[in-house]
């Protein structure tokens, strides 16, 4: 009686971790294509899931004038030596600067460009380009992607205006943080 009792309860053991079995293993399998919801670091597999924030106070002061300041990690570093080639010519606005403070910022976005970003989305920006090189971050077709179901009737709401406007969408973009959850699309 006895016997029986510990061969079922060892087979009821062994049972459960056959069972388990995927899960151990699969669960810290990549998901650098899924949809991943949870946080659970900020780095995974060498990549880190947040872009990291435009902390240069330079970058902020001359940059974010006039719009939000945009992470470096959002364009390939080519899209930005063609923007900072164009300053005077800035979407129809003149964003010239000092020679240097024009070199502090290049030297600044061109060492966390796209290319050095460790961000999941500037390596999926980098793929979706295919070698191309817009001034616009809203031309990538990753970002179009992204936004598809946004209507043109939202973007025209005066609290939004433009693709260029990040900020007025994403609650937490400041900290390079494009989460789906802190997404709050103004009235
Ligand atoms: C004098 C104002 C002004 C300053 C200063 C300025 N910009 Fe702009 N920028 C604009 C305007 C206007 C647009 C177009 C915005 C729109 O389409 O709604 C723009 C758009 C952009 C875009 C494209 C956004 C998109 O649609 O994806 C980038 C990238 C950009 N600016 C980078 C910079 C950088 C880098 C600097 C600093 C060297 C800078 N800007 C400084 C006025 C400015
Ligand atoms: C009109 C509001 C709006 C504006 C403006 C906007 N976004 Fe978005 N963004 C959204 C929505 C809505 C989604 C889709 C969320 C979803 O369904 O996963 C999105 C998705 C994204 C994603 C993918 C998020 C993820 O977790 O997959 C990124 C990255 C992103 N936006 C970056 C930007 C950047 C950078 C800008 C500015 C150049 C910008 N967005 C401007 C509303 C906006």
Request: charged share 25%; aromatic share 10%; with cysteine.
């Amino acid at each position: 009686m006895k016997k029986s009792l510990s061969k079922t309860l060892l087979l009821a053991l062994s049972l459960s971790l056959i069972l388990l079995l995927p899960f151990i293993a699969f669960s810290d399998s990549d998901d650098d294509e899924g949809e991943d919801h949870e946080w659970h670091s900020n780095l995974r597999h060498g990549y880190s899931k947040h872009l990291s924030p435009a902390v240069d106070p330079l970058y902020q002061q001359e940059c974010g004038a006039c719009h939000f300041a945009y992470q470096a990690g959002l364009l390939p570093k080519a899209s930005w030596e063609k923007i900072m080639d164009g300053l005077d010519q800035h979407f129809e606005e003149d964003a010239s600067l000092s020679s240097e403070h024009a070199s502090a910022i290049q030297e600044y976005l061109y060492a966390n460009s796209a290319e050095n970003s460790s961000a999941r989305f500037s390596k999926r920006i980098l793929r979706s380009l295919e070698g191309a090189t817009p001034l616009r971050i809203s031309d990538i077709p990753f970002f179009k992607h992204e936004h598809r179901e946004v209507g043109t009737r939202v973007l025209a709401r005066k609290s939004i205006r433009s693709w260029a406007n990040c900020s007025a969408c994403h609650t937490t973009a400041k900290r390079g943080i494009y989460d789906e959850k802190y997404i709050q699309i103004p009235r």
